[in-house]
């Protein structure tokens, strides 16, 4: 069985402050990871994942996860926010079972991000 | 854009009446989902469908019925609505591309039962 938990369910910061959106995933098996978010009345947009390979993952909008096995953390970093990355982002994991987890995403609570001028 | 389209993206049904919402999808993707959103649970698999005729249940399947009978519809039910399935739905698609399998969203349709 899978599990993910986001640590805060709500994250406040000032404009171009550094923030660290925190999950947690436990899993009997190796497990992909992603980082999702969603803006205000709006569907699920990817933000980045780990598959493999390297354990730092970065998004295109300046958004980096590092996947760290032994912590079996998977937190989302910014060194500095704008008001534009106000949104909720979830954590999602997905079992690496050799086909027959058939896309299944077990998701975290999400944690809502709110950037303050 | 993943190419999918959910309908409606809002209705507002009483207690007891069926209800069904469509996602369609245009790019032939064998793995399609039903998600429910709500606060402080994140998003939840209802049922998912790995082919035509070929779908099975998952962590809240019950008062939910599915159908896919052909490959770019995926039909969720609810046979007799209930206030507790008031949430915001969504539907998935896996997407295989050169970094393996990921799932994309659709818009969301928002169901309110009162």
């Known amino acids: 069985a899978q599990s993910v938990t986001q640590l805060d369910s709500q994250v406040p910061v000032f404009e171009e402050a550094p923030v660290e959106l925190r999950c947690n995933y436990s899993?009997?098996?190796?497990?992909?990871l992603f980082w999702y978010v969603q803006y205000p009345n709006q569907g699920l947009q990817l933000l980045l994942k780990y598959l493999s390979g390297s354990t730092l993952v970065e998004s295109i909008n300046g958004f980096e996860a590092e996947f760290n096995k032994s912590q079996t953390s998977f937190h989302l970093r910014k060194p500095s926010v704008h008001i534009s990355d106000t949104a909720e982002y979830f954590c999602?994991?997905?079992?690496?079972?050799?086909?027959?987890?058939?896309?299944?995403?077990?998701f975290g609570q999400g944690t809502i991000l709110t950037v303050h001028p | 854009d993943a190419g999918i389209t959910q309908s409606p993206r809002h209705k507002v049904t009483e207690t007891g009446t069926p209800v069904t919402l469509r996602c369609h999808q245009t790019?032939?993707?064998?793995?399609m989902y039903w998600y429910r959103q709500d606060p402080g649970h994140g998003l939840r698999l209802i049922h998912y469908?790995?082919?035509?005729?070929?779908?099975d249940k998952g962590e809240v399947s019950d008062g939910y019925s599915v159908s896919r009978s052909k490959t770019e519809d995926f039909l969720l039910t609810l046979e007799s609505a209930t206030s507790s399935q008031t949430s915001v739905y969504f539907c998935?698609?896996?997407?295989?591309?050169?970094?393996?399998?990921?799932?994309?969203f659709g818009e969301g349709s928002w169901l309110t039962v009162v």
């Open positions: 899993s009997s098996v190796s497990v992909y």
């Open positions: 998935a698609i896996s997407r295989t591309d050169s970094w393996g399998d990921t799932i994309y």
């Open positions: 790019e032939n993707h064998r793995y």
């Open positions: 999602a994991s997905l079992a690496n079972a050799g086909g027959t987890s058939y896309g299944k995403l077990t």
């Open positions: 469908s790995y082919g035509v005729k070929d779908t």
